[in-house]
């Protein structure tokens, strides 16, 4: 696949922040939360972004929707690079593109009802008024689920599932082809969960939308998305189809993150693999692979070469020394 054919294709992007400290708040280095990732996302399909607290996830998401400048690379939605558009080219491709957060308590204007926070985004755009934008407002309410009753309440009279339906129905007001989820059930019940994943996988079945899913709940990406990526701070360290990487993970992360699921499939093949300690934060002159301070499995080589995110299989990418050669399987 060209990065024309697909619909968003990510390349070596990084975004660093700088590091501050001292009485005078200076600028004493700086950290890349995002760190030369590259990834391709086709028309209707999802991808799956997992990775614990502060590996990126959301920088990433940010980046890609430029609501967050990145430091380098490209971003090219449907072959066309976001950073060189301006203007009108600009906020037509970004309407093209919207966001879904995780906590539907604060995402959304307390102060709003239903109807302006899901008519807000076509008010602004100047895409709809008067009936029609009334019309376009009933039915995207329905299309998530929610009616016509719905429409003059405000946000507090709402559970947390229906706040999220209403978040949905405004990232969609646009329509748009992308959306990126940032973990958009974890603020939910877990019987809420589903239905919320129920209503993205039927919205995307009916609008042949394409997502980028953001969680660190692997059950729920392989619930929902096709490709999975797996982040380590910065760097994606695997990447393959959802039911490969179960069936064969690689990385010994994404190992310690399948053996960290309470029920592991049965059939499960691979070795689980426990790892202590937290996610650091990366220095600019760290050597070698950012997860070596944790991993079990740590070589000499490890500590000075970064790995290179590399095919092991047919389209599965491994970011890991125990691979490089050939010479080791789970
Ligand atoms: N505006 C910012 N300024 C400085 N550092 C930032 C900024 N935004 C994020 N970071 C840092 O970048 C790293 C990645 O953060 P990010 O929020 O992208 O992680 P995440 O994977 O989404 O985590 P979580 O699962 O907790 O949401 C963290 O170390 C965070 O502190
Ligand atoms: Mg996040």
């Known amino acids: 696949m060209t990065d024309a054919e697909a619909l968003l294709a990510v390349r070596n992007v990084t975004k660093a922040f700088a590091i501050r400290g001292g009485l005078f708040k200076t600028r004493i280095g700086e950290m890349r939360a995002v760190d030369d990732v590259s990834l391709t996302i086709p028309a ?4 799956g972004l997992v990775g614990e607290s502060g590996s990126g996830k959301t920088t990433l998401g940010k980046v890609i929707l430029r609501l967050v400048e990145p430091t380098t690379g490209q971003i090219l939605f449907e072959g066309k ?3 060189q558009l301006t203007g009108d080219e600009l906020q037509l491709q970004r309407a093209g593109m919207q ?10 204007d307390p102060r709003q009802s239903v109807k302006s926070t899901v008519a807000e985004p076509l008010v602004i755009f100047g895409r709809a008024r008067g009936k029609e ?3 376009r407002v009933r039915s995207l309410i329905a299309t998530v689920g929610l009616r016509d009753e719905h429409l003059y309440r405000f946000p507090h009279e709402f559970s947390g599932g229906q706040r999220q339906r209403i978040g949905i129905a405004r990232a969609l007001a646009l329509e748009p082809k992308l959306l990126v989820l940032d973990e958009p059930t974890s603020a939910l019940d877990v019987s809420v969960q589903s239905q919320i994943l129920n209503l993205l996988l039927d919205l995307q079945q009916r609008l042949g939308l394409t997502y980028l899913f953001i969680s660190h709940d692997l059950a729920v990406i392989r619930y929902v998305c096709d490709r999975v990526g797996v982040m380590y701070l910065g760097r994606i360290v695997e990447e393959a189809a959802v039911e490969e990487l179960f069936a064969r993970p690689q990385h010994p992360y994404t190992r310690s993150l399948l053996s960290a699921i309470p029920e592991p499939d049965p059939d499960h093949r691979f070795q689980p693999v426990e790892v202590n300690g937290e996610i650091g934060r990366l220095a600019l002159d760290d050597r070698g692979c950012r997860f070596a301070p944790r991993c079990p499995f740590v070589m000499d080589r490890c500590r000075q070469i970064d790995p290179a995110l590399e095919a092991t299989g047919s389209a599965h990418l491994v970011a890991c020394h125990l691979y490089s050669d050939g010479a080791v399987s789970n």
């Open 44 to 47: 209707g399909t999802s991808y």
């Open 81 to 83: 690079d976001l950073c």
């Open 99 to 108: 966001m879904v957060f995780q906590n539907p308590y604060s995402s959304l």
């Open 133 to 135: 934008l009334d019309d």
